[in-house]
């Protein structure tokens, strides 16, 4: 089945504590992307790449880093999480190109106390 | 820079009535436009798109949405609600050449039986 796989769904650690959420697609799309979603502010994205070893920045892109060392993996790291962190990720991606859709991992919970 | 309105936070429609979720666009050059569905405690599943040709656009369960040009908005539209329907609708725009795509912040809709 193709989609896009997220890890962990549920995640609550402490201000500080590195952490990694997976992303890893089996479509062999070139795109990938990480969003958050906040009441009230719909879907910002963080980072996005276009290929491997392409990554940009997206509009909030402050706290996070990614890496795109393969195709098909796409992981977002919180170096050092802070509360204003907390909230709901989702990991896209699509063919390349502009009229490709995005297929949507089932989105990783965030909470950081 | 792209972007996205949708005017309406909430929608409440009767079973059966006609819906419509209301999207405008500000892009500079061609927009592809899509609509994406969120159910509670699910990823976003894609609905329909806009890249070129006929302005009425069909997609799933059942949904259309019509492109206007003139007043640049992708209004989403159903014949005839369903309470199955009651979720979050986000609609979306990208321009040529690898752009992200930027989200609005999304309508809640609601079919009441």
């Known amino acids: 089945e193709a989609q896009v796989t997220q890890n962990p769904r549920y995640l609550i650690t402490v201000t500080g504590k590195k952490l990694t959420v997976t992303c890893s697609q089996n479509?062999?799309?070139?795109?990938m992307s990480w969003y958050r979603q906040d009441p009230g502010l719909g879907l910002r994205q963080i980072y996005y790449?276009?290929?491997?070893?392409?990554?940009d920045k997206g509009d909030v892109p402050e706290g996070y880093k990614v890496s795109r060392k393969e195709k098909r993996n796409f992981p977002l790291i919180l170096e050092s999480p802070s509360p204003n962190q907390t909230s709901l990720y989702f990991c896209?991606?699509?063919?390349?190109?502009?009229?490709?859709?995005?297929?949507f991992g089932s989105g990783t919970r965030l909470t950081v106390v | 820079a792209q972007s996205v309105a949708q005017p309406e936070d909430q929608v409440n429609v009767a079973e059966g009535n006609p819906l419509t979720v209301k999207c405008t666009y500000s892009?500079?050059?061609?927009?592809?436009l899509f609509w994406y569905v969120q159910y509670p405690n699910r990823g976003l599943q894609f609905l329909l798109k806009?890249?070129?040709?006929?302005?009425l656009v069909k997609g799933s369960y059942g949904f259309e949405a019509e492109f206007n040009k003139s007043q640049t908005s992708f209004h989403l539209k159903k014949p005839s609600a369903l309470v199955s329907d009651s979720a979050l609708y986000f609609c979306?725009?990208?321009?040529?050449?690898?752009?992200?795509?930027?989200f609005g912040k999304g309508t809640r809709l609601s079919v009441i039986a």
């Open positions: 896209a991606s699509s063919f390349g190109g502009s009229r490709g859709r995005y297929t």
């Open positions: 479509m062999n799309h070139e795109y």
């Open positions: 790449s276009m290929n491997v070893e392409v990554t």
């Open positions: 892009v500079s050059g061609n927009p592809y």
């Open positions: 806009y890249i070129t040709g006929d302005n």
């Open positions: 979306a725009v990208r321009v040529s050449g690898n752009t992200p795509l930027v």
